[in-house]
Nanobody
Framework: QLQASGGGLVQAGGSLRLSCAAS????????TGWFRQAPGKAREFVAA????????SYADSVKGRFTISRDNAKNTVYLQMNTLKPEDTAVYYC??????????????????WGQGTLVTVSS
């Protein structure tokens, strides 16, 4: 089970850190990603990280502003979000996959999903 937390209301230019905690599983065994879904829009890829944390990938829209990281000892993956913009407003979901196949930015690659945490950025 994945539990996402850390969302909230922030002004444009501010920062938030989201956490994705795993229970009942060792998150170190899973590639992990963050996706987001804005009202009326499809769920989109935000960032992903490999099991070891040695490789990360980002959507162009967040590159240079967001950083994904993991602390396997705490069984948690993080998404540090800086210089937030109103267009970052969305429900953010963490996801994990035990497979080595599949592209990190593809929704169907992941077989475990958290419940989502709402991020609202005011202008």
């Amino acid at each position: 089970q994945l539990q996402a937390s850390g969302g909230g209301l922030v002004q444009a230019g501010g920062s938030l850190r989201l956490s994705c905690a795993a229970s009942g599983r060792t998150i170190a065994r899973y590639r992990t990603g963050w996706f987001r879904q804005a009202p009326g829009k499809a769920r989109e890829f935000v960032a992903a990280i490999t099991q070891s944390g040695g490789s990360t990938s980002y959507a162009d829209s967040v590159k240079g502003r967001f950083t994904i990281s993991r602390d396997n000892a705490k069984n948690t993956v993080y998404l540090q979000m800086n210089t937030l913009k109103p267009e970052d407003t969305a429900v953010y979901y963490c996801a994990a996959t035990s497979t080595l196949d599949g592209l990190a930015y593809v929704f169907s690659t992941y077989n475990y999903w958290g419940q989502g945490t709402l991020v609202t950025v005011s202008s």
